[in-house]
C-alpha cells in the first residue's frame, strides 16, 4: 500500500523523464515580493503569459512595514519590490492581495485562512516555508526562482521525488507544551539535517490531536530538519477548519471533495524509507541557545558541554557558555508573529499569560498578526484588550522580525525571545541575538524581562 505522500505525489505527475526527474503537476502557486521579480522578467523575455493565471495567487509580506502601512514605504528596496509585485500581478493578470486590503498578511497564513490551500493538492511558492501548507493535507514545499518561472509558465515543475519518513509522536502533551515545543524538540533530536531528502509525515496522538494553527506550526518548521517538506492527513480537524472558508468547495461540491479527502491517508501497510516514534512524556517548553533551529534544550536543561568548532563559534555568536542554565537571562525583545506563530490560536496563548500582567519595562515586545483576518480576530475576542491593558500594542500584519528585509531589526547585541522559525547569525538584524521559543515562553519572558517557564505563570 501506497503512503499518502505517494498517492499525492503519483496523482500529479504529468509524465517522468526517463533517468531523470519527475514532470509534476501544480494545483497552487503562490508569490511573494522577494522571489518572483526575476520570474515575470524571464516570462516577459520570452514573451510568454501565465499558463493558469487563476491558479496563482500574490502578497507582499517580507518587506511590508508593520506600521504606517496607509503611507508610502520609506526604504526605497522594499518600495519598489513590493511595488513591483503589484505591477507583475496586473500585467500577468494573477490575482493580487495588496498591502492594507483586507486579505493581505503573510501568504503562509493567509492561503490555508481562505481555503486556497485544500487536502491533496501540490502547493509551491518561492519560500521555504511553503511546507505550512502541508498541515492541510497537502504536498507543499518551497523552489527557486527558476522553477517559479517554469510553474508559471506550464503550471509544472521538474523535481526529483523525495524519499518518505514518518515521524509518530504518541502520549499527551504537558501543561504549558505546545505545537512549538514539539518541533523545536524534532529539529533538536534530528539535527537539522536529519530529514534531508525525505518528505514528513506527521502521526500519533499528539499530531491528531494538535489543531489546525499547531499543524500549521509543526509543517512550518519541517524544513528546518532539512525535510524537503512536511504534511498532516487531514482528517475532522482539516474539514471543520476548512469548512465555509472563502475559496473551500461549497454546497455538493463540499460533500464530494470531502469523500475523497477521506481517502487521503497512508495505508495501514503503507512502507515508509524510515520511521521515527517519539513520546509526548519528554517533551517540555523549549529553548535555542544557538545559532540554528536545532541547537534547542528543555527550557529547565543546561546547555550541552559537548560540541565541535561550529557549536563553540555558535555560542560565542550568543554570548553563552556550555552547561549554563538560560533560566533567568535578561531579555531585551520579544516578537510574537512570524508564518510560525502569527495565528489567532498563538495570540490566544500569549494572552493567557500576559492577562492581569504588565509588560517588562526592561522588554520591547513586537506582537504581529499573521494577516488581517487573525487583526480583526483578534479585536473580536477582545484579546486587543487584555494586551493594551497588559502594555503590548498590535501592529500591523507582515513577516515583521522574522528576517531582517523591513524595519522591525533587533538592534546588534540584543537578546531576542522569538516565534518565528530561524536564529542564524544576523537573521533578526545585524549582530541580533534570537532565542526561538513558543509563544508561552515569549509571553512570560514579555512579563518577567527574563527567560522563564510559563508553567509557573499558567
Not at 157 to 181: C, E, F, Y
Not at 274 to 295: C, H, Q, S
Request: proline share 4%; charged share 25%.
Amino acid at each position: 500500500m501506497n503512503t499518502l505522500f505517494d498517492k499525492i505525489w503519483d496523482k500529479h505527475v504529468v509524465q517522468q523523464v526517463e533517468d531523470g526527474p519527475t514532470q509534476l503537476y501544480i494545483d497552487r502557486l503562490y508569490c511573494h515580493e522577494v522571489t518572483s521579480p526575476q520570474a515575470f522578467e524571464g516570462m516577459r523575455a520570452r514573451g510568454l503569459k501565465c499558463f493558469r493565471p487563476e491558479r496563482i495567487y500574490c502578497m507582499p509580506d517580507h518587506n511590508t512595514p508593520t506600521h504606517d502601512q496607509d503611507k508610502p514605504i520609506a526604504d526605497e528596496v522594499s518600495k519598489k519590490q513590493v511595488d513591483m509585485l503589484a505591477k507583475n500581478a496586473a500585467d500577468f493578470g494573477l490575482t493580487h492581495y495588496g498591502m492594507m486590503s483586507k486579505d493581505n498578511g503573510i501568504i503562509h497564513v493567509v492561503g490555508p485562512e481562505k481555503g486556497l490551500s485544500l487536502p491533496g493538492m501540490t502547493i509551491v511558492c518561492g519560500d521555504s516555508h511553503t511546507s505550512t501548507h502541508g498541515a492541510m493535507g497537502a504536498v507543499a514545499f518551497g523552489i527557486g526562482t527558476s522553477e517559479v518561472e517554469m510553474v508559471m509558465a506550464s503550471q509544472c515543475i521538474l523535481q526529483q521525488k523525495p524519499k518518505s519518513m514518518r515521524i509518530t509522536i504518541n502520549g499527551k502533551l504537558q501543561k504549558g507544551v505546545t505545537a512549538k515545543d514539539v518541533a523545536l524538540y524534532l529539529m533538536a533530536q534530528l539535527t537539522t539535517s536529519g530529514a534531508t531528502g525525505y518528505f514528513v509525515e506527521y502521526a500519533g496522538d499528539v499530531v491528531r490531536n494538535l489543531s489546525m494553527e499547531g499543524r500549521l506550526t509543526l509543517c512550518n518548521l519541517s524544513i528546518e530538519m532539512g525535510a524537503r517538506g512536511g504534511f498532516v492527513a487531514p482528517d475532522e480537524t482539516t474539514f471543520d477548519y476548512l469548512k465555509g472558508r472563502e475559496f473551500s468547495p461549497k454546497g455538493e461540491a463540499w460533500d464530494e471533495a470531502v469523500a475523497y479527502w477521506k481517502t487521503l491517508r497512508s495505508g495501514d501497510d503503507a512502507v515508509f524509507n524510515k520511521e521515527l516514534i517519539f513520546n509526548a512524556e519528554d517533551i517540555e517548553p523549549r529553548i535555542t541557545y544557538g545559532t540554528n533551529p536545532g541547537m534547542g534544550i528543555g527550557i529547565t536543561e543546561a546547555i550541552p558541554t559537548t560540541g565541535d568548532a561550529n557549536f563553540d563559534k555558535a555560542l560565542r555568536y550568543m554570548g553563552f557558555e556550555a552547561g549554563q542554565k538560560l533560566l533567568g537571562t535578561k531579555v531585551d525583545y520579544v516578537f510574537l508573529g512570524a508564518c510560525t506563530n502569527g495565528r489567532i490560536e498563538d495570540f490566544r496563548a500569549f494572552a493567557s499569560i500576559v492577562k492581569g500582567r504588565q509588560k517588562s519595562s526592561e522588554v520591547i515586545a513586537w506582537l504581529v498578526p499573521g494577516s488581517w483576518a487573525v487583526d480583526r480576530q483578534i479585536r473580536e475576542e477582545g484579546l486587543d484588550k487584555i494586551l493594551a491593558e497588559a502594555g503590548f500594542e498590535i501592529r500591523q500584519p507582515g513577516c515583521s522580525a522574522c528576517l531582517a528585509m523591513n524595519d522591525d531589526k533587533i538592534p546588534a547585541g540584543k537578546l531576542s525571545v522569538s516565534t518565528s522559525n530561524r536564529n542564524f547569525e544576523g537573521r533578526q538584524g545585524p549582530g541580533a541575538r534570537t532565542i526561538l521559543a513558543s509563544p508561552l515562553v515569549a509571553a512570560a519572558a514579555a512579563v518577567t524581562g527574563v527567560i522563564t517557564d510559563p508553567r509557573v505563570l499558567i
